[in-house]
């Protein structure tokens, strides 16, 4: 995912109160910062790993710094849920995922059924062909290089 900005190393000090979270950088100041995610993030609040943060830059919020990615065994998960559509959309625009690369329209949030229910993303092939993608970010690691959606 492309981000509008560098990340931040830091090292997870404790996830606390659900949205909070106290980090170290490097220089060995501490920080708590703002954790986009209600859900338990079960294996990726382990104390000691290593995250990356964003700077909103804003000096008038309370919590300026904002947990985006958890670094496990080489490979960074978001944590952030705001990113997960955007992640999803980059990856289709470069053809990152085999079995959608023959839709070549995509939308996104669009609108469907009697309910006015809304979809994540409406592919659709030269054909007609529609594809519902529903996006859900992982917020547990099982085992390894695998995660988990409760």
């Known amino acids: 995912m492309h981000y ?3 990340l931040i190393a830091a090292t997870l000090v404790k996830r606390y109160k659900r949205f909070l979270a106290d980090v170290i950088l490097s220089d060995g100041s501490s920080l708590t ?3 986009p995610n209600t859900g338990s993030l079960m294996g990726c609040v ?3 790993l290593e995250v990356r943060l964003s700077d909103s ?3 008038d919020r309370k919590y300026r710094f904002t947990l985006e990615q958890v670094v496990l065994e080489q490979s960074r998960v978001g944590v952030n849920t705001h990113h997960a559509n955007q992640l999803v959309g980059e990856a289709l625009e470069a053809g990152l995922i085999p079995s959608l690369r023959a839709f070549t329209s995509r939308r996104a949030e669009v609108k469907y059924g009697q309910e006015k229910s809304r979809i994540d993303w409406l592919l659709k092939d030269e054909m007609g062909h529609s594809c519902y993608v529903e996006v859900k970010n992982v917020s547990a690691a099982v085992a390894g290089r695998v995660g ?3």
């Open 57 to 59: 830059h804003n000096r």
């Open 148 to 150: 988990g959606f409760p």
């Open 4 to 6: 509008q900005q560098n």
């Open 46 to 48: 382990e104390p000691g």
């Open 33 to 35: 910062v703002h954790v």
